[in-house]
């Protein structure tokens, strides 16, 4: 797991609070993902950067913010959450636009969100 | 689009026998299967994949699957289950298109071995 890092591991927040997930990856991939692990759903995917610039988004609230300011850094900006916004925030890399098998996406531990 | 289906919630095993972990497909090109697998409070860790050539793929920790074009099914197996492997495993598919193909999850199925 130390090939991709994600700060804080835990987050207690309000609905009114601004808060930020980070995540920072260590394998020189130009792809980078976060998605959303709730329980008894599959995982979502919420965004894309393929280098550095956004590819998906699929259909995430406003409440939620991406930022990718270079190829080893993601962000997720969180503003006036609501409480079935808690769950497991994951981030991942891969390096796309090799050959077949160079896309495997590798998984930080992930951020767990509570929202009061 | 491309989907996933784990029809298996749980899978409960003792310790020393194989294992099998089931997952099905639908792809509209060809697929390239992934199995990760989660243990508690933790990111999803790779384990293998599927590409092309061999249908049997060999993964980490002795986890294998085997491709099953005609069935679209890749299932995950072990001949000899480890306490230390009861886990939530996710099988996972993309169409082996270039660029970015986006990456469905199954929902998961919880392994848990019994010593």
């Known amino acids: 797991e130390t090939g991709v890092t994600q700060t804080p591991r835990h987050l207690v927040m309000g609905m009114t609070n601004k808060k930020s997930l980070k995540c920072e990856q260590h394998l020189g991939h130009n792809a980078m993902y976060w998605y959303k692990q709730s329980a008894k759903k599959p995982l979502e995917l919420m965004f894309v950067y393929n280098f550095k610039e956004q590819t998906e988004n699929n259909s995430v609230p406003s409440r939620f913010s991406p930022e990718c300011p270079n190829s080893s850094h993601l962000f997720l900006h969180l503003h006036t959450l609501q409480p079935e916004d808690s769950a497991l925030y994951l981030c991942?890399?891969?390096?796309?636009?090799?050959?077949?098998?160079?896309?495997?996406?590798?998984f930080g531990p992930g951020t767990r969100l509570t929202v009061l | 689009a491309q989907s996933v289906a784990q029809p298996e919630d749980q899978v409960n095993v003792a310790e020393g026998n194989p294992l099998t972990v089931k997952c099905t497909y639908s792809?509209?090109?060809?697929?390239?299967l992934f199995w990760y697998v989660q243990y508690p409070n933790r990111g999803l860790q790779f384990l293998l994949k599927y590409i092309t050539g061999d249908n049997l793929v060999k993964g980490s920790y002795g986890f294998e699957a085997e491709f099953n074009k005609s069935q679209t099914s890749f299932h995950l197996k072990k001949p000899s289950a480890l306490v230390s492997d009861s886990a939530l495993y996710f099988c996972?598919?993309?169409?082996?298109?270039?660029?970015?193909?986006?990456?469905?999850f199954g929902t998961g199925t919880r392994l848990l071995v019994s010593p």
């Open positions: 996972a598919v993309r169409d082996g298109g270039t660029g970015f193909q986006k990456l469905v």
């Open positions: 792809v509209s090109g060809n697929p390239y």
């Open positions: 991942a890399s891969s390096q796309i636009a090799g050959g077949p098998g160079t896309d495997t996406q590798y």
